[in-house]
């Protein structure tokens, strides 16, 4: 038997070579992608912005609130007063619906890498 990761699915002893690759190749991506981003930092950056926005937050509520941000930096650029608060902030959530588009990728292939291999069971 083959565990793997803290979920401790247990698989069949023998899996075929598309399983294995299936994995493979998932978990590769998850791992690219998690290059990609430095968490921390990212929500460091978010809870700048936000405070009331964390670790904990649904990924689509974050994703809601910065899409409306860039939309209203975007419709009001105008009618800004140019400071460094503002093009710090600008510059945050512009960053940031790049690294949490990235995350919410990550999630994608984890969920499913995790179906995946429930259906090996």
């Known amino acids: 038997f083959t565990f793997r990761n803290q979920n401790a699915i247990v698989f069949r002893e023998e899996l075929t070579d598309e399983?294995?690759?299936?994995?493979?190749?998932?978990?590769?991506?998850i791992q690219d992608l998690n290059k990609k981003v430095d968490l921390k930092y990212v929500y460091?950056?978010?809870r700048i912005v936000n405070g009331d926005l964390n670790e904990k937050t649904n990924l689509s509520e974050i994703m809601e609130f910065l899409n409306k941000e860039?939309?209203?930096?975007?419709?009001?650029?105008?009618?800004?007063?140019?400071?460094?608060n503002i093009i710090q902030k600008n510059t945050y959530i512009l960053n940031?619906?790049?690294?949490?588009?990235?995350?919410?990728?990550?999630?994608?292939?984890?969920?499913?890498?995790?179906?995946?291999?429930?259906?090996?069971?």
């Open 70 to 84: 860039s939309e209203y930096i975007s419709n009001n650029r105008e009618n800004l007063n140019i400071n460094v």
């Open 19 to 29: 399983e294995k690759d299936k994995i493979k190749q998932l978990e590769d991506e």
């Open 96 to 121: 940031l619906i790049d690294k949490f588009e990235i995350i919410k990728e990550i999630k994608e292939k984890e969920e499913e890498l995790a179906n995946f291999k429930k259906t090996l069971g």
């Open 44 to 46: 460091r950056c978010l």
